[in-house]
């Protein structure tokens, strides 16, 4: 098996196009199209990222939500977000996190229990977007 060693890709035709042919050699997926574009988990106190991709900001803003920004801003609002939590390791609590206020350059999310309270701040909260970028 070959080794390729590169510092940067472009495409042929067009520079910020690739394609990957997938598995069964006739479909392809477009790479740049695929690639999560920023992500990011915090842990309780909402006070800091443990760790994240693309992104310079964060703000608590209450019991359960907060607010974000990315470094690098998408094109437009036309992205994808998911996010999940965990409510300090326990099970007997269904979390729902709720992107909210989505901009090309932030966003906001709230995290509550099944019963439609805020949740706890013991969660970790974790987010991944998917889009183009400006």
Request: charged share 10%; proline share 1%.
């Amino acid at each position: 098996m070959a080794t390729l060693k590169t510092n940067t890709l472009t495409g042929t035709s067009t520079a910020g196009s690739i394609a990957v042919t997938g598995e069964g050699g006739s479909a392809t997926t477009n790479l740049q199209q695929g690639l999560c574009k920023a992500w990011f988990q915090v842990e309780t106190d909402f006070s800091a990222f443990s760790d994240s991709f693309n992104m310079s900001g964060l703000t608590d803003a209450g019991t359960g939500a907060l607010n974000y920004a990315y470094t690098s801003s998408f094109g437009n609002i036309s992205y994808s977000v998911t996010a999940s939590a965990n409510e300090g390791g326990r099970n007997t609590t269904v979390i729902i996190v709720e992107p909210t206020g989505l901009a090309t350059g932030s966003g906001e999310l709230s995290s509550c229990q099944s019963s439609g309270t805020n949740a706890l701040s013991d969660n970790s909260i974790g987010l991944q977007a998917i889009g183009d970028l400006a």
